[in-house]
């Protein structure tokens, strides 16, 4: 079965570096998502991207963020200056095109750790 | 704004009905979600409804879903150990659309 992968699983950083997370969705999805979860916290929905533009941001996602879909498999989430508390789980989703009154699934990977020190 | 608000914690005998509830403000919410999340693993999709169903039932799940209120809650029969983990609950204006997570549900069962 076709599944959104992401690496590294766990990145630890020191505060101020930049870290570029990975993800690979389903091959034949168009759209891609950011979404973070702070320990214990609530999902938080970072940023979405369809035709090589984001579509939609949060609040969360200012300028020290940025995604980049570099070639036909991966999408990648920037943090240019890390900070503290950038400290969470950030898990990637995608979904395929979206027929009108179709529902199309939003699949999870399964994260990777970030830990800024 | 759009927030979603459960319950931070459930316990349960094995082998009873567990019931989670859910509150969101966004009346345009389209889709409501059920998400499983076990120890140190990612976010397992359990059960979706459309916003124009009251209920839909799936095996041992029970979504029941009172649009006047805003009210969401899923059943799960026969709660077994295997249930344990954070239940979330969250919403979308479609299914493109960025969702909205509730807190998250810790549902632990006791033999």
């Known amino acids: 079965e076709p599944e959104v992968t992401q690496t590294p699983s766990h990145q630890v950083t020191q505060m101020g570096q930049e870290v570029i997370l990975r993800c690979v969705p389903i091959?034949?999805?168009?759209?891609f998502y950011w979404y973070r979860q702070i320990l214990g916290q609530k999902v938080e929905f970072l940023v979405s991207?369809?035709?090589?533009?984001?579509?939609?941001k949060s609040e969360i996602f200012d300028d020290q963020f940025s995604v980049e879909r570099p070639d036909g498999s991966n999408f990648t989430l920037k943090i240019r200056s890390t900070k503290l508390e950038d400290s969470a789980m950030y898990f990637c989703a995608s979904s395929a095109p979206s027929i009108a009154g179709d529902y199309n699934e939003q699949f999870f990977g399964p994260g990777t750790r970030l830990t800024v020190l | 704004g759009e927030d979603v608000e459960q319950s931070l914690f459930l316990s349960v005998r094995e082998g009873d009905s567990s019931v989670i509830n859910c509150t969101y403000t966004?009346?345009?919410?389209?889709?409501l979600y059920w998400y499983k999340q076990e120890p140190g693993a990612g976010l397992q999709l359990l059960t979706y409804i459309f916003s124009n169903m009251d209920m839909k039932q799936d095996q041992r799940l029970t979504v029941l879903l009172n649009k006047k209120d805003k009210h969401l809650s899923l059943r799960i029969a026969d709660t077994q150990t295997g249930d344990s983990a954070i239940y979330f609950c969250a919403d979308a204006y479609s299914s493109a659309s960025k969702i909205i997570f509730g807190s998250g549900t810790r549902l632990s069962i006791r033999p």
């Open positions: 966004d009346s345009s919410s389209t889709y």
């Open positions: 991207f369809y035709n090589n533009e984001i579509s939609e």
């Open positions: 091959s034949n999805h168009l759209y």
